[in-house]
């Protein structure tokens, strides 16, 4: 547990239990940032910041869907930020979330996200001066930040693949294409989920229906919520382009197969014909006047390139060749 | 049939249908769950409860459809829950409940779940001490709480058949696959036809339109249609994943069929051409120069060579091989 | 033309066109189901009920669309029943429809429907002592309540045909498959462009904007609406389903082509080149040592042999075997 | 230039510019119907009239999005009217349509529409008795009623395409079905184009947003927005059908396909074998026993049938036979 | 950078920091067009105009997506204009615009763009006279009024792609047709969601929210705002056909396929058997009688010639000649 208490104009970070009871009671206002769960901080949080059981149930807990409950003192959010981790892998970073009066609570499941998070964050304490509640935008905002650029690098990984598939679409590097095309698919589906109920949560603050939140502030919590509006648009555009993609490819690997069905039938037309010319002239009967004609081999030759010819004119003719 | 009559602070629990009309006279918070049509029952639901003789109807029938009526001293409602039955099939359970001032009456078709939901809610009797409406809700809210995992063994399942594609696409167990990603498909636009309904009747609960919900129970309800609208959309999420999933299946079992066809190609071309010029030196002409030569054989060998060469040097080009 | 007549408590039956004339100069409650047109009903649309010309014209006449007109002293509606015919045909029944302070006229074009329905009404009569609205409640009730059961009648249907697919898909037979579901999709467009507008019509009665439509009846044109409604968002989940279900079969049809084509490309590559070496084998060359050799012809079976091998080697790595 | 001015009770008729004028002046009703740009009718519009030059220059102009514009003395309408041309082409009839309060004026860019409207109109000149409002009204309800028949048509088209569909797809008449199909749809994509635009100017129209139309008129512009509207949503559920009809030949010509590719690989499976036996007897090897045995010949025949056996029980197991 | 500043009734053009200045401290109208970035620009926005720095910051860099700030004293701007590059490219010019109570400051980041925009613009300087809003509408409404010629541009691209369909489609040639179709996708798709946030800002300009735009000028906004709404309408509506495109393109290339497909297997069906015909006859048993008769070899070509016209047959039985 790391806790920012605002004494006059300074910040004092601490790791006192203790202390922060202290301060909460002389209604300092605070960040508590929770790290690991241990009975003190259990403590901490049901006795002096007196939350419900269940909300400090929910806080160690992992649950899948955003969601915002409000009690009498204080709310409890549930959101998700997002981390492009290695690879194309995108994480999603449950952030646990108490707004009081005087103070903000949270919590990240993953260890490396919040240790980014209270980083980008210790550079801008002052926020506490202003109030618990802006300390939460602040939070809010900075976790809304990191979904754009993800649609961009999303938009990037497309149009590689969308370079590459005239040239791979049918042939058996063109599966890679595919798998990759389902994996952006995947992600973008479970973005959306998340970001679905996400929205719905933010535009419920930036409404101004939670006393929480002064009149004042809930323009900031509006330009979140606009922020994170735009980019649910923009990832619904992308999963059209997505779907689009993926008809380019299977439109191109149809084409190709058409060229390759088109081969097989122009070598079959030209070779079984002939073929079959020779297979007659290696018959064995007795009486086969051609067989003794001394032009027999070349009448038989003939009739191959003949045959051929005629092939090739009638492919010409259909625009097969 | 099986009554809990609140009497001061304790529950009573009786099968007797004349104790249930007693506490009924004296206006005491009761529950009636149903388990089988009797005429004492039939009874007691119309001369005691004076229920309507259509509403006594429909909740010994079966219906196929959520739907909500308001009656002047009671709702009657129709809602389903789910349960996964064996295997991955999802049993829809229809529960009838009608809701009075004292008293809540209830019956499940399916006995199985009828006996677990009953001890569920055994475990909870105090509610009726709140009043009808409370007990109501908590069954409600039990309802709606089996339908979100539902998902999740949704999308397990999902996943799974995701991870198998790129093996089995296009082979013969491939079409166990489809048949598994169609039944999926089935059950969730069943589901769905249900929710859409369900939905709609459980907002309404959640507006205070119906006399029968105070206005401090309308937040509770207001939570149960948030959960089930949140599980609605999560399932149109999950209906788009399908889809897409089906795409992929199709993808890559046409990209498997382009590869088949190739090698079909591949060897037609290769093998035709010199089994021709094999037939051709098979040709029974006396007059055929080569079948002299002393290296004829060695001739039509090399010439078999080359042709083969040439084709493979074609396919290279075409980035067949 | 059949009238019935309100006398006090009891309905007269009649078909004399003075007769109603009479009754409706008396202001009794009176419905008129028309059945040919004759210039006495003719007379009597026109004079003793004031009809206007354009309706009187419109109600022998057929139209394609739902629709509802407000005149001064009636509205006049035209909706549409519907009737499982033979077959899986599906007929809809146009239903003219004039309600007016104190009457109520019917016309149904095909006598077939008009007959069922009148037998039907005929066991309600009663419902002309509560008033002419409750009379085209009553019929408009009767005619929704035969929507839903169409549904259920496509649903088995669509079942049915999922059943058969993995057999049928692909093979002759299916074409008749893929024509149910073809034919199903026209009756199931053809029933939604009907009933977007059946829709909006019974919106429109149910919001009490009507003068012929009492305060105390709206609540029940509403529920007429409310059933109405449910049908269509039925419907449009099974247009959902039946696309499904064609993508199916589809599936279906392409997985067994997938398997037809390696079957052929294996026949291919195993036949192809073992052919090439009896071809060879074949030639006639007079310096052929192979030919001679004493175990020849063991050799080149062997060498056959051993191709075979290959091949079946080969389509087990890839899996095609 | 041909003039319609209400004198008293009767209407006369003018193509004179100065009478035109003299009438306006004068305040009487009238319908200036444009037929050709002159240096007169040009000075009429600006002098007479005092449209704004920018209305003059769109009048004569070609535009090819419907719109309407407000100005203070009148309303300028550019809306389209639809016409079946030879063959199935559709035309757009574009009608520009300026309504003042005593006067209409109105220019259709293609004479034969222009003529045949004029006739139409010809036989309700009284509708200039109760106001110009009401003219404008007849000439939109005359425009918006010749697009219900379109879809017929269009419908009838179709069916007749679906009907052919299980003979023709796949086969090379099919690619005429095909382009059928397709231009339907292109027509169709034309049509929505211009009738959402079209559609939401009726709406303004009707919502009596404009000066230039008085309340008691509204009601009736509603109408023929009620039609519009009906139109364009039979024109989406058509567009659907479409839809589906282009799956309907994709997926018999599939069908087909299948077909062709079985006996494909039934007629390569029986006769690439047998033409391998024959092959190898064909083989010029000294010590081949077989060839000297008497029933050699015999005996290569009856393998030959054994394998042809085989096959076709093999394809019977698998339904392809 | 260039500024026009109003001067009575004349407009002075300068590029003199100082003069700008100096007119803005005389609260004269002006519009500043930004060129480079110098420190004297610079510091004219910073301290003359008193801009927000992340306001300059945000002039000078590169955006992706249209926005709208409110500030006290100014409105800030993102929007894009769009122009057609050489080839089918398009391009997204990004306008920064500042629109304060007397001052107008734009900066376009591409040259050419600025310059053309500039020219445009100098021919209606008079519009100044009016107010710096009014400048500001203007260069809006010529900005969107260069996105409709587009979709024509569009269209008639797609036109000349659907004329050559039936032709290229499953050709090599159609390769580049399909590369065509899916580049107009990626071009309306990256249009679409730069105007789906343009549509908004307008939406909210035309809303009459914010101070800068007197309630005299919203309608003309409101005028931009629908000429962009309709717009948006159009590429929808192309967008659906870009589709229908690409699905036409498909079922052509799956008709030709069809063709191919039959073609071989005709000249399989028929030649396989005659080939193994002439195979059986190839045969070296020594006891064969038929190459003994003397009519044997006619004998063998009548079995080939009747096989193969069985085979016609038969396929012109089944329709696949």
Known sequence: MLAHVLEGADIRTTNSVAEVAAAHAQKRTLWVDLEERTPETEALLADTFKLHPLVIEDIWGDRSLPKIEDFDAYLYLIVHGVKQGSGRRIELLELDLVLGQTFVITYQHESRGAHACREDLARSPKLLKKGAVWLAHALLDHLVDHYLPLVDAFDGELVIIEREIPDKAGLPEGRALLHRLFGLRRVVHEIRQVAVHQRE?????????????????????????????????????????????????????????????????????????????????????????????PYGYAFALGLMVLVTAASVVFFKRRRWL
Do not use: C
Not at 229 to 236: E, S
Not at 245 to 251: G, M, R
């Open 201 to 293: 949560l933010l535009l419920r603050l930036s409404r101004g229906e939670f006393d929480e939140i002064p009149p004042e502030a809930v323009p900031f919590f509006r330009d979140v919520y606009d922020h994170f509006a735009r980019f649910t648009a923009v990832v619904d555009g992308y999963r059209e382009m997505l779907s689009s993609t993926v008809e380019a490819y299977l439109s191109v690997q149809s084409n190709r197969m058409n060229e390759v069905m088109k081969t097989l039938t122009l070598i079959s037309t030209v070779m079984l014909p002939i073929t079959f010319i020779a297979g007659v002239y290696g018959m064995n009967f007795e009486h086969m006047p051609e067989l003794r004609w």
